[in-house]
DNA sequence: CTTGTACCCTGACCGC
DNA sequence: TGCGGTCAGGGTACAA
């Protein structure tokens, strides 16, 4: 669940807790969180000892850029972070810890997944510098303008909902963000990608970035799952316009908002006025 | 190259 | 009250 304003927030949130602090030692509780090929004696190997330099976000990777090499998390559904004085996580809804970072100044980082679908992977500065190229431009990078949007989606005929979604094409848009972008741009989310033309690109890049600023402004969507770090909440949710909203009146028309299935998962849009 | 589908995982929820 | 089935979706692997 988390996208592009939820791991930007965790990701805020971290920062200042973290960065210039040593890696002390590592506890793996649940080995299935590290991606990588090779097993927690090798992962605790390469980054104990290691200092965190900056906490950075790709996508909705979030990086903690070390002396040596990327430490690597995805937290796809239900990773989360909190930070505290060991050995126990500080918030009760811990129940999942699978890994424990101990940090130089007595705190302890806790990575909790109950699903266990995301995880850590360590990296060389030189084979980052290369996966990272694997995805598409920020949308709320200062240059993003809609031209470069276009570039980015308006290309084959899978739905303009999936292209939005495809890392590869555009960075950080995961279900919930692609549904209130397409119902703020008025366009129906299965257009073939190729067939918008520019005056919908324009809404949709106007669209795109003014959902994803007011979304990090309220520390991104709490829905059952995501939380930033210890536990906090975020209050985008109260803005949504669709997502999750089947059968609710829309706002601009009193169609009674939709729900369909693309490449097996939710859309939510209002057939009424996105035509 | 593009596009689609299965899979990973567990808790919440629903109908009976 | 219990029980089985279904769903949630980010990312990857793999097939067509």
Redesign the pocket.
Known sequence: ???LPEVETIRRDLAPRLEGRRIRAVHIDKP?ILLGTDGPEDFKQRIAGARIRRVGRR???LLFILDRGVLIT?L??TGRFAVGRGPVPPIEEFR?VAAEFILDDGNTLFYDD????GGFLVLSHAEWESEERRFGPEPLAAGFRARDLAAAIR????PVK?AL?D?SRLAGI???YASEALYGARIDPTRPAEGLTDEEIRRLHRSLRRILRSSLNRSGTTFSNYRAVNGRSGSFQDLLRVYAKEDVACRRCGTPIRRI?Q????TFFCPGCQG
């Open positions: 669940m988390p996208e299935d996508a909705k990777w995805q796809r559904m999942h109950v699903r266990r679908l290309r084959g005929r899978l999936n979604m890392q995961g279900n919930i299935v490449s097996g998962r939710s």
